[in-house]
Structure formats: C-alpha cells, structure tokens
C-alpha cells in the first residue's frame, strides 16, 4: 500500500475525529483547541497534495492569526462550561434535519464522482499550488469572494469588541 495513501486516511480520519470534537465539546476554550488541531491536519493534507503554498497559509493565517482572535473574544466575553444541556428546540430539530440533509447530498455526489481521479499536465504540476499562480487566480478569477471575506472577518472583529465591551 502507498505511504502517501495511509497519511491521506490518517490525516483524514484525525480531521474528522477533531472536527466532530468541534461540536461536541462542552467547553468554548476546548472547541477552539480542538478547532486548531482541524487546521493543522488539514495542512498535512495539503501538504500530500503538493500544495505547500496553502498549507503554510492554512497554519500561519487559520491556526494562527485567526484562531488566536478567537480565543481572545471566547476569554473576552468569559464563556464557561455549559452546565445544562439545551432543550431540543424548533430551530436545533431544523438544524439537525439540515445536517442530515447535507450529509445526504454530499454522499450522493461522492458516490456519483468517478473512479479514477484526474492527472494534471506536466506543466500543470509544476505550477500548482505555488504562490505566483495563486495570486494570479486569486486577484482575478476570485478577486470578488477574496474581498468578501476579508469585509465579513472585519464586521466579525467590529462586532466582537461591540458585544464584548458592552458587558464590560
């Protein structure tokens, strides 16, 4: 078996299993944590695709800028453990059914995606995943949701100190 496919699964599997801890953790600062440890694997997936470039972007920008803003606002805002656990609700029984629905729909178009996968050209290889090529689709094809984003992690930053300083 290829050394290449068994990192795949095990990144793969340790993205699932951090992510799923995401959810499922009663605590904001153990989310977070295990929200980091997502990131990194995802890197280690990256990296096996040869894109190094948005692995290293994946760690120093999600990993690291993002989540540590993160943890500030959790600390600011002084969000402890969960005692109780939330009565099932309209809206958790909506979000519950979305989650399945999603699940569903992912399954049915990976199961209808073809055996084999693509091989990229020679020239291709040589050129994915490196920065110039990236800037080049970026600040062109994508320069619209590149700038979308950037205004969306600015109005979260704004209304983070917003709802943090009027508890203060």
């Known amino acids: 078996m290829n050394i290449e496919l068994i990192l795949f699964g095990a990144f793969a ?9 995401v959810i499922f953790a009663r605590s904001p600062i153990n989310s977070a944590m295990a929200l980091v440890s997502t990131f990194f694997f995802m890197a280690g ?7 190094h470039t948005v692995a290293v972007m994946q760690v120093l920008v999600y990993a690291g800028a993002i989540m540590v803003l993160f943890l500030f606002v959790i600390m600011l805002l002084n969000l402890g453990e969960s005692s109780t656990r939330g009565k099932p609700t309209v809206a958790r029984v ?6 399945v629905g999603l699940f569903v729909a992912l399954a049915i178009v990976l199961l209808k995606l073809p055996a084999e996968p ?3 050209s020679t020239g291709a290889q040589a050129s994915f995943g490196t920065i110039a090529t990236m800037g080049q689709v970026i600040f062109t094809q ?3 949701p590149f700038e979308a984003v950037s205004l969306l992690l600015l ?3 704004v209304g983070a100190v917003v709802v943090a300083k009027s508890r203060i």
């Not at 997936?45 to 894109?51: E, G, S």
């Not at 909506?94 to 989650?99: I, L």
Request: aromatic content about 12%; proline content about 0%.
């Open 142 to 144: 994508w320069l619209f």
């Open 155 to 157: 109005v979260a930053m």
């Open 13 to 21: 599997l340790l993205t699932l299993l951090s992510a799923g801890t």
């Open 45 to 51: 997936i990256y990296v096996l695709l040869w894109a």
């Open 118 to 120: 693509a091989t990229l």
């Open 94 to 99: 909506a979000g519950g059914a979305a989650t």
